[in-house]
């Protein structure tokens, strides 16, 4: 691409416009980012969900190529497992891999926006805050930004716009106004609510740091993740409406009221950890969660979305973050590889689409795994069914957990391998509640026929 068309746009200053920024500046591009909110490192972080993320190792790969690996991850909490409450019993850790090789990290949005701007002002990126997408002129090639405060505007020409603005994305509502882009919007029909534990007395955290707790109730749960702080955030996942089964919902908890007493029934030993319960509850509103589909994410060389702008997903398998990340560095490699923009937007999108849909998909399968099935005596045993066929079979049986955190293969193919890995895990412990009683031959043999060896992509 010509020294003259390497310049680009990036609407949203957010988590993936900000490590794009660094990715196309270590690239040699000229980057502006333009954020409608102001700058956090000056105001405090204000954004819309806060909801603690999940940095895998998809994420961790994008940053290392951005040389921010090592400041995001003094931020970060190790978490080896989901830690289940299940009521009387004591919680029990459930790792995520094998050992501490194989664990997710908790970081604090906010922490991580902070971080990746500064190092993208520190590569050259030219940020500006206050700055909302107000108009596109995609003929022209003028966007029109406004302060929200002041309604000032400003006309910037620009060579190429990356949408990286989230699922509420301006621009790609400025790219619908002139092509049809078959949007697509699942509104998932159950809602959350965040909380949080404070630290202990003495500064500590109040229960086990290092592991993500959930509280499965069935139909809905609580999880709650460690933060640097010593705190917890805890997210109250719940219907938004009463159905036929007379089970909780939001249209259900009229008050601060009913919100104690549905939590002293159901989460009594989380509520004794949250203090400032009544507070939280009353503070926070009730967010949605949405799953968005587009046919199109690119403007011949105009325009690209990327991100949640172009594929939001629900939260449920921490992934939202680290497939956008993934996002920024094919973006960057697309870029280098093609000698115009409409070429680059056209191969990231077809590259990308189908592993986004499929990780859309498995992130509400997760849903149902984690408030459903976590403390399912067939769950358990399939799990430990999972584990063993790793270790007889490694490489071929790798378990459903380790191809989308640990390892960087398309999610396509993590989700194409994961149903067929499925079947073998439910065939072979139909009526059974050991695996002493398994058929090992017949069990290896099936999965030999029916998996290939698989490998990482590579670094």
Sequence with gaps: ??????????????????????????????????????????????????????????????????????????HAIMMRGRMVHTGAAAPQLQRYGRDDDEVIWSVHRGDLNVVLLDLAQAAGARLHFDAGLDAVN?????????????????????????????????????????????????????????????????????IEPHALHIWPRGHYMCIALPNDERTFTVTLFLPHRAGTDGG????????????????????????????EFRAHWAANPVGQLATLYLDRWHLDGRAVLLGDAAHAMVPFHGQGMNCAFEDCVVLADQ????????????????????????????????????????????YLLQRELELALQARHPGRFV?????????????????RRTDLQRGILERATAGHTTLDTLDWPAIDAEVRAQLTPLEDTPA
Excluded at 178 to 186: Q, T
Excluded at 250 to 273: G, S, T, W, Y
Aim: net charge negative; hydrophobic share 45%; charged share 25%.
């Design 1 to 74: 691409m010509s020294g003259a068309a390497r310049q680009l746009t990036i609407v949203g200053a957010g988590l993936a416009g900000a490590l794009l920024g660094i990715l196309l500046r270590r690239r040699g591009w000229e980057v502006d980012l333009y954020e409608k909110r102001g700058d956090p490192r000056r105001l405090g972080y204000a954004g819309g969900r806060s909801i603690n993320l999940a940095l895998a190792e998809r994420g961790r790969h994008a940053l290392r190529a951005a040389d921010a690996d090592d400041a995001v991850m003094r």
């Design 138 to 206: 995609f003929d022209s090639r003028h966007a029109v930004f406004r302060n929200p405060g002041s309604g000032a505007t400003r006309e910037v020409h620009f060579h190429a716009l990356v949408g990286a603005d989230g699922a509420g994305s301006a621009l790609r509502a400025a790219m619908q106004r002139v092509r049809d882009l078959g949007e697509r919007v699942d509104v998932l029909d159950h809602g959350y609510k965040e909380l949080e534990i404070p630290p202990s007395a003495d500064g500590g955290f109040r």
């Design 248 to 275: 909780p919902a939001f249209d259900q908890i009229h008050d601060v009221e009913a919100a104690q007493a549905f939590f002293a029934r159901e989460f009594p030993d989380a509520l004794a950890l949250m203090p």
């Design 335 to 378: 870029l280098d590889a093609h000698a115009d923009t409409a070429d680059a937007f056209a191969a990231f999108e077809a590259q990308r689409r189908p592993d986004a849909a499929a990780i859309q998909r498995m992130a509400l399968d997760n849903y149902l795994e984690m408030r459903d099935r976590v403390d399912d005596a067939d």
């Design 399 to 415: 378990p459903h957990y380790a191809m989308v955190t640990f390892m960087r293969i398309p999610y396509s193919l993590a989700m």
